[in-house]
């Protein structure tokens, strides 16, 4: 059996797009018998590399963008309700995602999706520690022991450099993948990244 | 028979991503019986509006956007050079287009698609005026005639009046569609403006 490198997925728990994206990226990979490696990442600090700003403070394409985003959903068959804050922080989230992924990445990558799904289809806010915790105790964690770790400056650190790792690879946005050394941004290029995989480039 | 509104096509000279829906956006509208009214704009000026810059000077996503370029031809099948200058300040075409379309919209259209060729796939320098008239001769124009035209104030002032309204109406980046008021950024977008089209909204 030929064994093919992972496909790395890079998201912001607060980006509709980055969850789109996840709500495809395994099918897609599982398709051409690859791998996913979820990494979250927070768009704050990329938005400081590129000198830019959240989507909806950007004057006309923000409003675009807020459309763009519904039509999109409803083209990608994905269900998605607007959430009242947005964006929010994710650094709760992402600490949250990387404790799991310690233990078991599959626990962590079924705690962002039902992260993902909580904010964008059931408007529960994410920055919320507690809605974090309940989220995770809800697949079975041990909330306690994932408190404490929050509380700590360890998973803080290891978090941070995990985001800077992500941005000194060239990471800029949400969804983001890396394929074979290919870069690709936007979930509107996940019809370029199949063809990729289906190819092995193109 | 059904007279539908026709498409409106937004398109900077010097836009890639515009230059591949220009390749594109004509044969799609075809097939849902609509017909297209291009309108070339100017990036720098939607730029002040966002308050953002082209993207070859943006960080990180710059380079990124340059090697996107290059695939999103791959994938769309585009034929497609990098021009040595990049990108360009393109009021000459504009305004050539403009004064083309008055005489004739078929004629003008001819000469956009001439013009992308031109540069994306020649580089040949499209700011250049001696390219613009070439390119417009090269189509049976009276580049005389066109010369004087594009000396004068009042083009000038028409072309600037004109890509104000496009800016008034929300119009941001290239390419950038309205479809019976729905507004589609971006070649990405194009399957999405397709779907619209076949099912008259979604």
Same mark, same amino acid.
């Given at each position: 059996?030929?064994?093919?490198?992972?496909?790395?997925?890079?998201?912001?728990?607060?980006?509709?797009?980055?969850?789109?994206?996840?709500?495809?990226? @395994?099918?897609?990979?599982?398709?051409y018998e690859r791998k996913v490696v979820w990494h979250p990442i927070l768009l704050g600090v990329t938005f400081k590399?590129?000198?830019?700003?959240?989507?909806?403070?950007?004057? /006309?394409?923000?409003?675009?963008?807020?459309?763009?985003?519904?039509? *999109?959903?409803?083209?990608?068959?994905?269900?998605?309700?607007?959430?009242?804050?947005?964006?929010?922080?994710?650094?709760?989230?992402?600490?949250?995602?990387?404790?799991?992924? =310690?233990?078991?990445? =599959?626990?962590?990558?079924?705690?962002?999706?039902?992260?993902?799904?909580?904010?964008? *289809?059931? =408007?529960?806010?994410?920055? @919320?520690?507690? /809605?974090?915790?309940?989220?995770?105790?809800?697949?079975?964690?041990? *909330?306690?022991?994932?408190?404490?770790?929050?509380?700590?400056?360890?998973?803080?650190?290891?978090?941070?450099? =995990?985001?800077?790792?992500?941005?000194?690879?060239?990471?800029?946005?949400?969804?983001?993948?890396?394929?074979?050394?290919?870069?690709?941004?936007?979930? @509107?290029?996940?019809?370029?990244?199949?063809?990729?995989?289906?190819?092995?480039?193109?």
């Amino acid at each position: 059996m030929l064994l093919r490198d992972p496909i790395d997925f890079y998201f912001d728990f607060s980006s509709p797009y980055g969850y789109f994206a996840a709500e495809r990226i @395994d099918g897609l990979a599982s398709r051409y018998e690859r791998k996913v490696v979820w990494h979250p990442i927070l768009l704050g600090v990329t938005f400081k590399v590129l000198g830019t700003a959240p989507l909806p403070s950007i004057p /006309v394409k923000g409003p675009y963008s807020l459309r763009d985003i519904q039509r *999109t959903a409803r083209y990608l068959e994905v269900l998605y309700r607007p959430p009242s804050r947005f964006p929010i922080a994710t650094q709760q989230a992402g600490r949250a995602f990387t404790w799991l992924a =310690d233990r078991s990445p =599959d626990v962590a990558r079924q705690f962002a999706l039902a992260a993902f799904r909580a904010y964008f *289809t059931e =408007d529960r806010d994410l920055s @919320d520690l507690g /809605v974090v915790l309940a989220v995770a105790g809800g697949l079975g964690v041990d *909330t306690d022991e994932l408190s404490a770790a929050l509380a700590g400056d360890e998973l803080k650190a290891r978090f941070k450099s =995990d985001v800077e790792a992500a941005v000194a690879r060239g990471v800029f946005g949400s969804p983001f993948f890396i394929v074979d050394g290919e870069p690709f941004w936007g979930s @509107d290029r996940l019809p370029q990244l199949e063809k990729w995989l289906a190819e092995g480039g193109f």
